[in-house]
């Protein structure tokens, strides 16, 4: 009940809040469950509404899985579908995906990396933390 009225359910690629509206936007383990052909709507509405700052944790994999909507899950995929895995990608390709919408900020990255003691993630999780373009703020 505390959270009533701060808390809504919403779709990621139609996030129900006006422009910089946060301070920060925190992503935690969830652009590995969302289709490759809506994660650039999902990271523009990220960037739409924080004000600075974006805060990714995300699973990756040096061999990508990307699964399809309204595909049959190819058996050699069905662990990570049965986790709701759909886009697992190399770090390397989040990197180049990111920098089309923001820089990653290396001083903010290494505070934070002092935290990694708090997540719960898996072997492949990898954080970044993303400042908006400056043009953009």
């Not at 994999?61 to 709701?84: C, F, R, T």
């Not at 002092?114 to 898996?122: A, M, T």
Request: charged fraction near 30%; hydrophobic fraction near 35%; proline fraction near 4%.
């Amino acid at each position: 009940d505390g959270a009533k009225g701060y808390v809504k359910q919403a779709n990621a690629t139609n996030i129900p809040y006006d422009d910089n509206s946060f301070d920060i936007v925190v992503s935690n383990s969830m652009l590995e469950h969302i289709f490759l052909d809506d994660m650039d709507k999902v990271l523009s509405e990220m960037f739409r509404v924080t004000k600075e700052y974006i805060f990714m944790n995300l699973d990756c994999s040096d061999i990508p899985i990307i699964l399809k909507k309204d595909e049959d899950v190819p058996i050699e995929h069905e662990g990570h579908a049965i986790q709701g895995h759909v886009t697992l990608l190399p770090k390397q390709w989040w990197d180049n995906k990111l920098e089309e919408y923001g820089t990653i900020d290396v001083p903010k990255m290494e505070a934070f990396n002092k935290l990694d003691k708090y997540f719960i993630h898996g072997g492949h999780s990898t954080r970044f933390i993303l400042r908006k373009n400056k043009n953009e703020i």
